[in-house]
């Protein structure tokens, strides 16, 4: 392996106005591996840097001819900073110390008589230190320049994009729009990035705003405060973003389809969704949200099968939010659930998938923030099949759970209707509920 020294030959300038000092330090550094030159004088010093800079000064600090050592250093800082300055000083003088330190910025002091041990030592560190800058200065102009290249290309990408599609002219814009606020707003960056996932799929199936438009009115509902917020939010967000890599077929097909290596694929993208932020600490806290908001109340859920309150409370938040969304996006069952079907099979399932104890807080959400859900609307109930009476109106299709449509919105109950509901359950062993209008809840509206 290469070192600094074995790359590149350090010139090393020595200067004292003492001849002998000078010839004991060229005999101590001639089998080093430096460049020597030396210099009686400050002047001459300069001399010599005009002609070839060096990497690295020694100079007596009482030097009795046209300048001292200090007043050298301050020089060379002055025109070549990057040099290393050593001073050598065999009565330290504090005034000339701190002209040395304030004006010189050397690098190290030498006491006379020094130790040959201990001053090759501080050579050997001066040129490694100086190694570790110049690479440094490098690196910094090296990602310099690939931050412009990637302005260029960046600039490029929104020139092409703008002449693709409407669709992707708007996201483009809404990028250019966010730049600004990305700096003040961890929480709108990260809804933003969340939008390169919309772009993976149809319209129909795009998921991401609709899940942060509930996941933060949620939030709101349950009075949490704005840290809470502010990582749940950025997690709904960035819930998916780790099935970026899956192949166009694979990312639209509803989960119940998967099977084998595509359904490992998919238990496995809360993990990779959670990892791709693991260097960014304002996500630190919002990593095992994304991680854990495919558990299940009941423990059976992945990646790590915790159970009930051990599940993060933000994940169980963001598992009612995804879900109620997807369900209708088809990304769950093969065929689309409407609104209020899908938050029936959410409380259908409370106490197995969801925590009881957020069902009803986030349907109350769902009849107040989306529209069309009409769990919230004067006499509309949902109700299980044991619950029903002749006389109460359908208000939503049901459908059985192979999708066939049992009974249309508008439907009136019968006795006989309610019965082979019944038969129908036991026979599918299954449990349906229903959104219905009770007529005699109705009624003393209307009269009031």
Not at 306 to 334: C, H, M, N, T, W
Request: glycine content about 4%.
């Amino acid at each position: 392996m290469s070192t600094p020294e074995s790359r590149h030959r350090p010139r090393l300038l020595l200067v004292d106005d003492d001849r002998s000092t000078l010839d004991h330090l060229c005999h101590l550094l001639n089998n080093q591996p430096y460049e020597l030159a030396t210099a009686t004088s400050g002047s001459q010093a300069l001399v010599l840097f005009s002609e070839s800079p060096f990497d690295l000064v020694l100079a007596d600090a009482h030097m009795q001819q046209d300048m001292d050592g200090p007043t050298l250093l301050t020089h060379i800082h002055r025109h070549r900073p990057d040099t290393i300055r050593i001073l050598l000083t065999a009565h330290p003088d504090l005034n000339m110390l701190v002209t040395a330190l304030n004006e010189g910025h050397i690098y190290h002091f030498v006491h006379k008589p020094w130790n040959d041990n201990e001053l090759l030592l501080t050579l050997r560190q001066a040129v490694a230190h100086q190694a570790i800058e110049r690479e440094r200065h490098e690196l910094l102009e090296t990602v310099q320049q690939q931050n412009q290249t990637l302005q260029e290309l960046n600039s490029s990408l929104e020139q092409r994009i703008a002449a693709r599609t409407a669709e992707l002219q708007q996201t483009a814009d809404m990028l250019d729009l966010a730049y600004e606020e990305l700096r003040h707003s961890y929480v709108l960056s990260t809804e933003v990035f969340s939008l390169l996932i919309n772009q993976r799929l149809p319209r129909d199936k795009q998921t991401n705003q609709e899940v942060i438009d509930l996941t933060r009115a949620f939030c709101s509902q349950l009075g949490l405060d704005e840290g809470q917020t502010r990582d749940i939010t950025m997690a709904a967000a960035l819930y998916n973003i780790g099935k970026l890599s899956w192949p166009d077929n694979l990312i639209e097909l509803p989960s119940e389809q998967l099977y084998k290596k595509d359904r490992e694929l998919f238990r496995d993208y809360p993990g990779r969704s959670e990892s791709l932020f693991m260097a960014l600490e304002p996500l630190q806290d919002a990593r095992p949200l994304i991680r854990h908001h495919q558990e299940r109340w009941d423990g059976k859920g992945f990646p790590d099968n915790l159970k009930e309150a051990a599940i993060p409370f933000g994940s169980r938040l963001i598992k009612l939010a995804v879900d109620f969304v997807e369900l209708q996006k088809g990304l769950i069952l093969e065929r689309h659930l409407n609104q209020d079907e899908a938050l029936l099979l959410i409380r259908k399932y409370a106490g197995k998938i969801y925590d009881p104890q957020l069902v009803e807080s986030f349907a109350e959400v769902c009849s107040r923030v989306v529209p069309g859900v009409r769990s919230g609307q004067p006499g509309v109930r949902a109700v299980d099949t044991r619950q029903l009476k002749p006389g109460m109106v359908l208000v939503r299709n049901l459908n059985a759970d192979s999708g066939i449509l049992l009974l249309n919105e508008g439907k009136v109950l019968t006795t006989p209707i309610i019965e082979r509901l019944l038969a129908f359950e036991n026979m599918e062993k299954t449990r349906y509920s229903l959104f219905v209008q009770d007529p005699e809840q109705v009624q003393p509206a209307i009269q009031a």
